[in-house]
């Protein structure tokens, strides 16, 4: 069984929903944490950069196969392989989608727990008693794997509603919502005393900082904010339709990936040096730092403080919600497209199959540390399999599939939407994917390794 090939039913629809899945915990969390480590403005200059020379270009890339595939992220890849090897660079999308899933879904998880928590009043208390509540909750057999399965379901229930009344409905209603709080939000955090430390930190630049490893972390970053061969973008562009402008699109999608970053940033910095606390607490900050941050700042308005508390972890489960949904479709759309079955079983095989690996990461954090690979815990593994090397070996292989071999008639028709649009900057696009992207990705996988 199979059904009509559905597409997004608007333009605002289409663009909220493909941003939604490029803004995700990369920016509310990932994104201050590694300007925090790296000087601030200086890596934030950077990082637009990347986004401008490597993002676009790459999202272009995964938008030109996925609309002329017009199905699955392996499928599309598939037939513009003509049965050569290069195939498998769709299904290594797919399989990176599958995974990150899995694992994506216990922090998102987590998300969630810390919107009951806060809620509940759980979160008020010394800083020692903050970190050891995030310690004692994720290694607890239980309440994680609940909030993963929780979250899980939720993203169900989207999908298989389809992709107007289930992806771009949802989208509609989340993405207004996550930008009105995180306004709301960074309204709060600038007012506190002290906090234009904080705002001239985000945007005074600090270039004595600046050395190859920022600029390495600023490619890695844009790569990982916008989702990046993910099968995201492929299979979202898989809905388009034929009048899609994808480079107007793809940097509509840029813009608001940046803006909501910057604004994460602006909603953490002012707050963070308003109370003292160091911008590079790392990957700790959202569920250890941040609470402790709301409370001291809030001191003396403790209600403000527990509802900016309850407000930006409804923002971070907004935000994870939108990409596990686009995660999610990535394997539905190739459960169900190749398997010949309904979207409803689809999206059943995508839910159980990937709370059980979101189970087993879950538990390998906490008594069942034996759910170890390599001396990582399961959890750890997923990430660095997927993040250090599924993620730029993908992106790599795309550009090159892209720039080298399909054909470049092919790839001119579906920039330019077939002779209908001029295809401004076609030929520095196209230099970009050729050359420039591969090298940048390629510097990017080899210092993970310490190698450059």
Same mark, same amino acid.
């Given at each position: 069984?199979? +059904? +009509? ?21 990369? @920016? ?33 890339? +995964? ?62 208390? /010394? ?83 600046? /050395? ?9 970053? &844009?790569?990982? &904010? ?47 040096? &308003? ?16 609470? @402790? ?35 999610? +479709? ?22 159980? &199959? ?25 959890? /750890? ?31 001119? /028709? ?39």
């Amino acid at each position: 069984m199979s +059904e +009509e090939r559905a597409s997004f039913g608007s333009k605002i629809g289409m663009i909220l929903a493909t941003a939604g899945g490029a803004v995700g915990l990369g @920016n509310v969390w990932r994104f201050p944490y590694m300007a925090g480590q790296n000087g601030g403005a200086a890596f934030i200059l950077i990082y637009i950069g990347c986004v401008l020379f490597l993002g676009i270009s790459c999202m272009v890339s +995964e938008f030109i196969i996925g609309r002329h595939g017009a199905s699955n992220t392996a499928r599309a890849y598939t037939q513009l392989a003509h049965g050569t090897p290069w195939k498998w660079v769709g299904y290594l999308g797919v399989l990176t989608g599958f995974m990150i899933t899995g694992y994506y879904a216990v922090v998102s998880g987590w998300c969630l727990q810390y919107v009951y928590a806060s809620i509940m009043g759980e979160l008020h208390g /010394d800083p020692q008693f903050v970190k050891s509540y995030f310690a004692a909750f994720s290694q607890d057999p239980v309440r994680p794997v609940f909030w993963t399965v929780v979250i899980l379901l939720i993203c169900h229930f989207v999908i298989i509603h389809g992709v107007r009344g289930g992806i771009e409905k949802a989208s509609k209603l989340m993405m207004p919502t996550l930008f009105v709080l995180l306004l709301v939000i960074v309204v709060a955090s600038c007012l506190l005393p002290g906090a234009g430390k904080g705002i001239s930190f985000l945007f005074k630049p600090d270039f004595t900082k600046v /050395d190859s490893g920022v600029f390495l972390g600023a490619l890695g970053q &844009s790569f990982y &904010s916008l989702s990046i061969a993910m099968g995201c973008i492929c299979t979202y562009a898989s809905y388009f339709t034929r009048q899609t402008n994808l480079m107007k699109s793809a940097v509509q999608i840029s813009l608001i990936d940046t803006m909501v970053a910057i604004l994460a940033g602006l909603m953490i910095f002012p707050a963070a040096f &308003s109370v003292g606390v160091n911008p590079d607490s790392g990957p700790s900050l959202i569920f250890i730092t941040l609470p @402790n941050v709301f409370n001291q700042a809030f001191a003396h308005m403790p209600v403000i403080g527990w509802m900016i508390s309850l407000l930006f972890y409804v923002l971070l489960s907004l935000a994870a919600l939108t990409s596990l949904m686009s995660l999610h +479709e990535v394997s539905t759309s190739f459960f169900y497209e190749e398997l010949h079955i309904t979207r409803k079983k689809g999206a059943v095989v995508v839910t159980v &199959s990937t709370a059980l690996i979101g189970i087993f990461c879950s538990l390998s954090l906490g008594k069942m540390d034996f759910l170890s690979v390599g001396g990582k815990s399961l959890f /750890d593994a997923f990430d660095f399999v997927t993040g250090q090397i599924m993620l730029p070996v993908g992106g790599f292989l795309t550009c090159l599939f892209v720039g080298w071999y399909v054909s470049k008639k092919i790839i001119r /028709d579906e920039y330019t939407n077939w002779g209908t649009l001029k295809g401004k900057f076609f030929g520095v696009w196209f230099f970009l994917v050729k050359y420039v992207c591969p090298v940048m990705i390629l510097a990017i996988f080899l210092h993970q390794f310490g190698v450059i």
